[in-house]
């Protein structure tokens, strides 16, 4: 699993920080999620997925580089568990 970090402004330390805070609280719900979505005979490996977190905007979105049989997968209700809201989102 890969997180691309999205913001505006510098890359100073607070916002590293900021974003290896994030990714801790964040990767254990999008696991939990994936494990939801896929069929049990799904292996685990989840180093194909990618996501897209605008920090500017407060959101997280499937990036385009996750295969789309993948995205497929997981597309619905993505938005409901991880943002909190019923609209589809890829980036």
């Not at 100073?12 to 920080?17: L, Q, S, Y």
């Not at 974003?19 to 994936?34: H, Q, V």
């Not at 939801?36 to 905007?57: E, I, N, Q, T």
Request: aromatic fraction near 14%; charged fraction near 30%; hydrophobic fraction near 35%.
């Amino acid at each position: 699993m890969k997180f691309n970090w999205l913001f505006s402004g510098d890359d100073d330390p607070a916002m590293k920080r900021t974003c290896i805070d994030l990714e801790y609280k964040l990767r254990p719900r999008i696991t939990k999620f994936l494990l939801s979505k896929l069929d049990s005979d799904y292996s685990g490996d989840f180093s194909r997925f990618c996501f897209d977190v605008d920090l500017d905007r407060k959101w997280v979105s499937i990036s385009d580089t996750t295969p789309q049989e993948l995205i497929h997968k997981i597309l619905t209700d993505f938005d409901a568990v991880i943002n909190g809201s019923p609209f589809p989102s890829v980036a």
